[in-house]
C-alpha cells in the first residue's frame, strides 16, 4: 500500500505546477476558516498543504474524531494510509487529471478561480471504510503562477446515502469561467471543449423551486416532510420529483444526491 501512496505524492512532487523553491508557510485566518465551513453538509475536516515540501501548515482538530489522526500526527503520508488499495489507484488518476487540468487546461491567473471535487473512501477512527466528499482550492501561488497552498475540506457523506462514483469536476468559483462537471480520469485526453456542449449542469436543468426540493432530499426529507416544510401537498412534491427525474435522466435520490455534490450545487 506505501507504493501507491508513493504513487500519489510523487504526482505533486514531479509536476512543474507545484515547483515551490521558497517556503513561505500560511497563516490561516478566521475568514479562511469560515470559507471552509461554507462547503460541508456533515461531519468534515479541513487542511492547508504546502506544495513546498508537502508538508501541512494547518489542519482542523476533527481530524482526531473522524479519521483517528491527531492534528499533531496529521500529514499526507498518514492520510494516505487511511485509504484502501483501490481507492489509492483511483485517487492516482483524479489527481492525474486535476494536475494536469490546472497546469495545461486553464491559464495560471485562473487557478484560485476553481474548486476540485471528488468522492474518495478512507477508514474513520473506529476502522469504519466511510465515504468522503473533497474539495480543495488554491489559495496562494508563487510569482511564477505555481500552486503553493492549498485548502482541502473532506466530508463524511456516508449517511448521505449516496451512490460514490470515481469521477472528477472543475468548479468555477465565479460566473466568469466554465465549469467541467463528473469527468472520468479513464477517458483521457478528455475533450473538455465537448463537455460544455453534451453535459448539462443539474443547477441548467432545474427550476429553483426543483433545487429547493432537492437539498431537502439531500437531509433525509421524505415527501410529505418536505410537503409541510415548503407549504405545498405531497402530490406536488410527488409530481416535482417525477419532473426532476424526466428532466435529468437521473433515477434514483442516491444518485441525484451524489451528482448534485459534484456539481458543487449544496
Known sequence: MKKEADKVLQIWR??????????????????VKQFASLFTLGPFYYFILNFHDLS????????????GISPEDFSMETLL???????????????????HFLSTEIDKEEVMDYKV???????NAQGDLRT??????????????????TIGIQMDVTDLKIVKNDLISFIS??????????????????????????????????????????KLLSKGLTSKQIGVKLFISTGTVSTHRKNIRKKTGIKSTAELISRSLMEGLF
Open 81 to 99: 494510509a487511511k485509504l484502501p488499495e483501490e481507492e489509492l489507484v483511483s485517487l492516482q488518476k483524479k489527481e492525474a487529471v486535476a494536475t
Open 173 to 214: 468559483l465565479n460566473d466568469k469561467n466554465k465549469s467541467y462537471f463528473n469527468i472520468d480520469p479513464e477517458q483521457l485526453p478528455y475533450d473538455y471543449q465537448s463537455q460544455l456542449k453534451t453535459n448539462s449542469s443539474l443547477k441548467s436543468l432545474l427550476s429553483n423551486r426543483e433545487f429547493e426540493i432537492v
Open 56 to 67: 501541512i501548515d494547518y489542519v482542523h482538530e476533527t481530524t482526531e474524531s473522524l479519521l
Open 117 to 123: 471535487v471528488y468522492f474518495l473512501k478512507a477508514y
Open 132 to 149: 468522503f466528499l473533497h474539495q480543495a482550492t488554491t489559495l496562494t501561488q508563487s510569482e511564477e503562477g505555481n500552486i503553493q497552498h
Open 14 to 31: 514531479d509536476e512543474p505546477v507545484f515547483n515551490i523553491k521558497n517556503n513561505n508557510p500560511y497563516k490561516i485566518s478566521e475568514q
